[in-house]
């Protein structure tokens, strides 16, 4: 059980549910043994693509967190409302623990329990959250959200789950149906999820997003070769690569690749991939949805629509859902 994995680190509880080093090579070698070249996003996350996307989430152009923002502090008393008081608030991809302090005041969890892939951005966030909060208790896990996983047996009670920043556009339909559906059953019949969905919008908006005048963007992209030469000591040179983004209409997504600007081989754990110049790795998908799309979406997961808040311009959405 999880909870046997618990340890008190200062102000908050810790539980380690994530084994990178077992699966991150194979993830790496099957991702670039494939013909179109993929990695997974989550592999942007190391502690300096942690600090990049914070700066990302700053930039003019990236219109999601500060339109989200302007949602959860404009909503925050309706939110707090459907959620109820003293749940078990479980946030996935908790990342810096911002925009929970929105809600926090208005919503009163008995227990927040931040889960994240970034283990040491995570406690740290955790503990200052915890120092800010008194009254909270706090259980940080580390997980990798996008595997089967399950969290600490906190007991009866209300449970709700936290899932801003439209992180679920990283997953295709199928897959984010699949991790809905183990949300619902962790937050059980009757539990909510706030979450934070991508609204479909003019391209020209969209890949702006994604490609900022000061290049944070491309360093975000770039950085993940970087994470995996030091987790694997693999010798990729990110000189050879440039950041591209495109919207992708057909299948309403952002993709971000990673283009190959010459011939030649890089070196993995004993195994040597080939690179031909204009070839590209796929490094993320980030879906955009109408309001009718996630609802269908969410509908596969076993979820129903209580309510959606959007901004003013039609950028972004939070949608309250409640699991059947
Ligand atoms: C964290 C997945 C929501 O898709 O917009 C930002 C990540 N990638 N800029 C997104 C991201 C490039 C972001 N999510």
Not at 42 to 61: A, N, W
Not at 109 to 130: C, K, N, W
Not at 212 to 238: E, K, Q, S, Y
Request: hydrophobic fraction near 40%.
């Amino acid at each position: 059980m999880a909870t046997a994995m618990a340890r008190k680190k200062d102000a908050i509880h810790y539980h380690e549910l994530h084994r990178p080093a077992e699966s991150m090579a194979d993830e790496v070698q099957a991702g670039l043994s494939q013909t179109q070249k993929r990695l997974p996003p989550k592999l942007f996350y190391d502690r300096k693509g942690s600090e990049l996307f914070d700066v990302i989430t700053r930039l003019p152009e990236y219109y999601p967190t500060r339109t989200e923002l302007g949602l959860l502090r404009c909503h925050a008393p309706e939110m707090a409302l459907q959620l109820g008081r003293d749940s078990i608030l479980l946030e996935l991809g908790s990342g810096s623990s911002l925009k929970i302090r929105l809600l926090l005041e208005a919503v009163r969890p008995r227990i927040y329990v931040p889960m994240d892939i970034s283990r040491g951005h995570l406690i740290d966030s955790a503990q200052q959250l915890a120092r800010d909060y008194p009254w909270l208790t706090v259980h940080a896990a580390c997980v990798d959200y996008t595997k089967p996983w399950d969290i600490p047996d906190f007991g009866p009670g209300r449970y709700n789950a936290f899932f801003p920043g439209s992180s679920i556009g990283n997953f295709e339909p199928a897959s984010a149906v699949q991790l809905l559906q183990r949300v619902g059953q962790l937050v059980g019949h009757g539990g909510g999820l706030l979450i934070g969905v991508d609204l479909k919008k003019d391209v020209a908006i969209l890949e702006n997003a994604y490609n900022d005048t000061r290049g944070v963007t491309a360093d975000f992209n770039l950085n993940m070769l970087a994470h995996i030469n030091r987790r694997l000591g693999a010798d990729f040179d990110p000189g050879n690569f440039t950041h591209k983004a495109i919207y992708n209409d057909r299948l309403g997504r952002i993709e971000m690749h990673l283009e190959c600007t010459k011939d030649h081989c890089v070196r993995i754990n004993g195994n040597a991939y080939r690179f031909r110049s204009g070839e590209t790795i796929h490094t993320e998908n980030s879906y955009k949805y109408s309001t009718e799309e996630f609802h269908a979406l969410a509908a596969r997961a076993d979820f129903a629509p209580v309510r959606v808040w959007a901004d003013q311009a039609g950028l972004f959405s939070i949608h309250y859902l409640e699991a059947l």
